[in-house]
């Protein structure tokens, strides 16, 4: 069962559709780790054009869907509620299998360090158990 719902996340994070790209949190230890799900349906705006005939989700929303989950579990910390968590960097990103119509991403993120308003979370997208995605992600911590 979800910890978290759409409306809910979205009194933590700014996002809005067609660019908040996780649907549910359903594990939360704030500042520590989140996991949530992303229901991916045909009907998503990017796959008109990515590919037609061959739809896939682009990789660069599997690392920002990553990204939503990890800043529920940072701005979830009491000190930071109302603010915004904004990407500062992507690094050792991989891509291990493409994700289609019709799969369920689940999204662990896992804070590994912060100092001061810098973090860095580690991030695993798997669809049925198997990795889709991974990279270490760098947040800024903003008003």
Same mark, same amino acid.
């Given at each position: 069962m979800?910890?978290?719902?759409?409306?809910?996340?979205?009194?933590?994070?700014?996002?809005?559709?067609?660019?908040?790209?996780?649907?549910?949190?359903e594990e939360l230890e704030p500042g520590v780790r989140a996991v949530g799900k992303k229901c991916v349906s045909?009907?998503?705006?990017?796959?008109?054009g990515h590919f037609p005939g061959n739809p896939v989700m682009p990789g660069v929303l599997i690392i920002e869907a990553l990204a939503q989950v990890g800043a529920v579990a940072i701005l979830g910390l009491p000190e930071n509620q109302g603010k915004t968590a904004?990407?500062?960097g #992507?690094? @050792?990103? /991989?891509?291990?299998?493409k994700v289609c119509p019709g799969d369920v991403l689940l999204l662990e993120?896992? #804070?590994? @360090?912060? /100092?001061?308003?810098?973090?860095?979370?580690?991030a695993v997208a798997t669809v049925n158990g198997k990795v889709a995605a991974k990279a270490?992600?760098?947040?800024?911590i903003g008003e």
């Amino acid at each position: 069962m979800a910890i978290y719902t759409a409306q809910e996340i979205m009194k933590i994070i700014p996002h809005r559709h067609p660019f908040m790209l996780i649907d549910t949190i359903e594990e939360l230890e704030p500042g520590v780790r989140a996991v949530g799900k992303k229901c991916v349906s045909f009907n998503e705006p990017y796959f008109a054009g990515h590919f037609p005939g061959n739809p896939v989700m682009p990789g660069v929303l599997i690392i920002e869907a990553l990204a939503q989950v990890g800043a529920v579990a940072i701005l979830g910390l009491p000190e930071n509620q109302g603010k915004t968590a904004y990407f500062a960097g #992507i690094d @050792k990103a /991989k891509f291990k299998q493409k994700v289609c119509p019709g799969d369920v991403l689940l999204l662990e993120t896992k #804070i590994v @360090k912060v /100092k001061g308003p810098i973090g860095i979370g580690e991030a695993v997208a798997t669809v049925n158990g198997k990795v889709a995605a991974k990279a270490e992600l760098t947040f800024a911590i903003g008003e």
